[in-house]
């Protein structure tokens, strides 16, 4: 049986262990949106895909469709590595709550270029940036707003309502 290869750009979202050495991932694709896919043996010393699995990038992948519940990943490859965000205890904390933010918002597999386009430019920009961890907190605040824009909700209440919340 032949399987269709399905190729594009991605970030995790969120990760976590399933079986004895699998792992599911939550991907924001730039051709396809929210993904969830299964890395079958992930988590084995000897798997190819183990170690560009690990960091904050943005990644090439490659996924066939399965007879279970998820895509099944067969491919990946890191395309721009951000070591400024790995290597920054609250860059890397500030990155976690921005996609997870993000990981929550979004419902159900749809593209979205706009929200694609943001995401990467919020990495573009911790990476690049150097920030006290007010201005950090402020960085956050801004691209939660940013999103929120672009999923379409709120108006121009939103970074009102965000420098009142708790976020």
Do not use: P
Request: proline share 0%; with cysteine.
């Amino acid at each position: 049986m032949s399987y269709r290869v399905y190729t594009t750009e991605a970030v995790i979202l969120k990760k976590a262990d399933i079986g004895e050495a699998d792992k599911l991932f939550s991907f924001f694709t730039k051709d396809f949106g929210r993904l969830e896919i299964k890395a079958q043996g992930a988590r084995y010393l000897k798997s190819k895909l183990r170690y560009h699995l690990s960091g904050r990038a943005i990644l090439k992948i490659s996924f066939v469709g399965s007879n279970g519940e998820y895509w099944r990943l067969v491919g990946c490859n890191e395309q721009i590595v951000f070591d400024n965000i790995k290597n920054d205890f609250l860059k890397t904390k500030s990155t976690e709550r921005v996609l997870s933010f993000v990981e929550r918002l979004i419902q159900g597999q749809q593209k979205d270029e706009k929200l694609w386009n943001a995401l990467v430019e919020s990495f573009v920009l911790i990476n690049t940036r150097s920030f006290a961890c007010f201005d950090l907190k402020k960085f956050e605040q801004e691209m939660f707003a940013k999103f929120l824009a672009e999923l379409g909700y709120g108006g121009a209440d939103i970074e009102s309502a965000l420098e009142k919340s708790m976020l």
